[in-house]
Structure formats: structure tokens, C-alpha cells
């Protein structure tokens, strides 16, 4: 079955795979978009993971984003591995997300291995105080307190914190979506959060 170029590229325009891998879906599937996805899809993860830890970002975009108030307003870096990617629509609504998360959620760092261990040390050390002052049992504090740092590094890390258009992604899954969808590594390097 001949696959006409309309087709492949309205595929490519849907999953930002490669026009090869497109036609070899779409002949796979018989020229039916939504099972050509699906095999990219499949196929797409094994490689988005192997681009992941194997290629760098050396391309990306700078997201401004002013809320509605004026008073805040985001800087954010988000780098990926193309330019033809740091163009696409879906790469740059990832972007505006992301800079929408930090002038809503505050967080303080991009990710957990960031925080520094005197900033961890002194939030145990706070926790524990509270667990004592409560009167909790001490065989409980270790528990209690992994917990504590966990909530912790959720609300304080960019990438650990629930996605506030939709919570039941954190940001970490959904950079990886887009990922999976892309087909190239994405990540966030920095951000600056200003507010008046």
C-alpha cells in the first residue's frame, strides 16, 4: 500500500517522530493514523528512554510568563536536543506550563538532588522538635520524618510537585510525556521567580 506525504506528515505534525519511522508505521498499520500512533508510540518510549540518558539538550527556549496581577512573573529555561523541536507548538505550551507552575506553586528548586543537605538536616532537625513537642513515641520519629521530608520535596521541587492544570501528573511525568510524544530529551535546567 503506498502511503501518500499528506498522511506522513500529518502523522510526523502528531507524534514528532521522524518521517522513515512514520511511513514504516503507517504501512504497518495499513495508512490507519490512530494504530500508526500507537506503533510510535511503542516504539517511541524504548527510544525516548535511550535519548534520554544518552544525548544532551543543547537547544531549548527561555518561557517568560507575567501573571494577570503584575506582580509576578517567571523566568524559566527548558532545554531539548533540536531546534526543530524547541519551535514545535507542544514543546513550547510545555513551556508556558512549566512557567505557569512556578508563578503558581512556588517552588524553590528544579529538583530533589538541588536541595542542599543543610537545608534537609535543618528540616529534620525542626521536624523532630515537633514529634517531640507532640509527644509522639521516638520509635515512630524516622518513620514520620521520611515522610515529612518526602511532602517536603513535593511541594518545594519543581519536577516532584503536582502538575496544577491536572494533579494526578507531577511535572517529572509530565516533561516525560512530552518526552515519549517528541521523541527527544527534555529538561528543565533553571528558573527565576520574581514577586512584588
Not at 498522511?7 to 518521517?19: H, K, S, V
Not at 535519548?51 to 531549548?60: F, L, Y
Not at 496581577?69 to 507542544?90: H, M, P, Q, Y
Not at 510537585?161 to 510525556?177: G, H, N, P, R
Request: proline fraction near 2%; include cysteine.
Amino acid at each position: 500500500m503506498a502511503i501518500d506525504v499528506k498522511t506522513i506528515t500529518q502523522l510526523r505534525e502528531l507524534t514528532g517522530a521522524g518521517f522513515v519511522d512514520c511511513q514504516q508505521a503507517l504501512a504497518e498499520s495499513g495508512g490507519e493514523l490512530s494504530k500508526a500512533t500507537e506503533i510510535l508510540r511503542k516504539k517511541g518510549a524504548i527510544k525516548a528512554a535511550k535519548k534520554t540518558s544518552e544525548r544532551t539538550a543543547g537547544e531549548g527556549l527561555v518561557e517568560s510568563y507575567i501573571h494577570s496581577n503584575g506582580k509576578v512573573g517567571v523566568l524559566i529555561e527548558v532545554r531539548c536536543e533540536t531546534d526543530f523541536v524547541a519551535r514545535n507548538e507542544s514543546f513550547k505550551a510545555l513551556a508556558h506550563d512549566l512557567a505557569m507552575q512556578v508563578a503558581g506553586a512556588n517552588p524553590l528548586y528544579v529538583k530533589q538532588e538541588e536541595v542542599p543537605a543543610a537545608v534537609i538536616a535543618k528540616e529534620k532537625e525542626v521536624y523532630a522538635e515537633q514529634l517531640k513537642n507532640e509527644g509522639k513515641p521516638a520509635a515512630m520519629w524516622p518513620k514520620i520524618i521520611e515522610g515529612k521530608i518526602k511532602k517536603y520535596y513535593q511541594e518545594n521541587c519543581l519536577m516532584q510537585q503536582s502538575f496544577i492544570k491536572d494533579d494526578s501528573l507531577t511535572i517529572a511525568s509530565l516533561v516525560e510525556q512530552r518526552i515519549f510524544q517528541l521523541g527527544e530529551k527534555i529538561e528543565v535546567t533553571k528558573f527565576v521567580r520574581y514577586q512584588i
